[in-house]
């Protein structure tokens, strides 16, 4: 059964969106944002309209919930990860929140009753103290006009967003030159009822019986590449215009499983709302590095020869997908390639030197261990050296990449490599989202192409589709 509150909040946010940020009816005239926060249980993205009052430098926002004895929801979820996305028109924020207290607290809202006296007759009818939050922008992340233009545009036609953005150039200038890593760094800890024995079963269960294909797959070859692969669609949009998935399977550079693959690229074609390419890349030990990565470049190449703007084009890698993928970002920028708009690198290995401390002290039974990867290592590298770029990608310069999505689980022995990437890229000025899914072992979202799919995998390619849908618009319905 719907819900008409819920209904009427989903109504005023397709209004918002298709209107460039204008509400009529009881809204009109007021000054609303989008707030998307994520599940402070989930990690999901929930998106609400929310009435704000410009402030220098920030937005701030009351939690009122209407005068309710409950906070709402979205402040319990800001509070438990304040990294939040603010879509105010013309342009769309990532920001930081915070609660004010004391005097701060106080002196904005007698300045919000000044302006509307609802918000004092919301008090009245509860016990609880109605929390004022404040958001700062710490990134553009999309800007309609363009944010060169973005400024002379607010000026003219929001003069209240200026003052929240005053100062933000000035703070992005001083983050582009390094200084504090949290300006670029986003970690989210995210909880699911799963555990590692329900993904393992869904893994043993999947592997028994492939899940056959959808109906709605689209196995189209839209135009040939240079590397053999397979082209999925559940999108329906061209890539000359949605862009594409590059989709870089794991199997420690040694292994494949086309049926599952295929799969997998229809999940990620549905997810980011845009054609995935499945590529086959030659495996090792007969093809070591850097056979699979040449491959990739070639075909990332060949994708932007073929009209696919680098903007809208998305690589995604598992495991040692990941590696590769990450390796291939040191040769494009190296090349003068335009990079990808969108890295999403999985349970990665950025480390060929084995130094991360979870390695050998993973939290729950992962099935990666030392030897394996000391294995893979020699199988992989050949007698390369092990801490240099592009190979080990942490050992080369992080500087200029695009902005990534790191995905790893919590209980998984290469945690520490997810992190120490992340942690080195945002430093040198990369805009990385970190999520750790708690409790998961090594590439728990290959459980996304199960039947039936446990919750984790829906909340992987939920997380995956909201933090792709700054690129713009697109169908993505997992």
Known sequence: MSNPFVDFQQQVIAEFRAHCGRVGGMFEGARLVLLTTAGARTGRPHTVPVGFLPDSGRLLVIASAGGADRHPAWFHNLVAHPRVTVETGPVTLEAEASVLDGDERAEIWAR???SDPGWADY??????????????????????PPESDLFAYLRAHRPDLVSVLDGYESRAA???????????????????????????????GMFEKMPPLPEDADTTELFSLPAPGRWVDASKCRPREAGVVLYVHGGGFEQSHAEMEQRMAYRLS???GRPAFN???SLAPAHPFPAAHDEVVATYRALLDQGVPAERTVLFGESAGATIILEVLHTLRAEGVPLPGAVVPVSAITDFTLASPSIDSPAGRDPVTRPMLDHILGQYLNGLPNDRAPQSPLHGDLSGLPRMLMMAGGDEALLDDSRRYAEAAAKAGVDVTLDV????????HLTAIADPRPPVSDTFLQRLSSWLSADGPQDRSA
């Not at 899914?437 to 728990?444: K, L, Q, S, V, W």
């Open 112 to 114: 919000a009753v000044e």
């Open 174 to 204: 001083v983050a582009s030159g390094g200084g504090d890593p949290e300006v670029h760094l986003t970690t989210h800890r995210i909880a699911s009822p799963d555990t590692y024995e329900t993904v393992q079963a869904s893994v043993v």
């Open 437 to 444: 899914y708690e409790g998961m072992p090594h590439a728990f």
């Open 279 to 281: 590529l086959d890349y």
């Open 123 to 144: 008090q009245r009818k509860t016990s609880r103290v109605i929390p004022v939050v404040a958001l700062r922008p710490v990134r553009i992340v999309h800007a309609d």
């Open 270 to 272: 549905r997810a980011a």
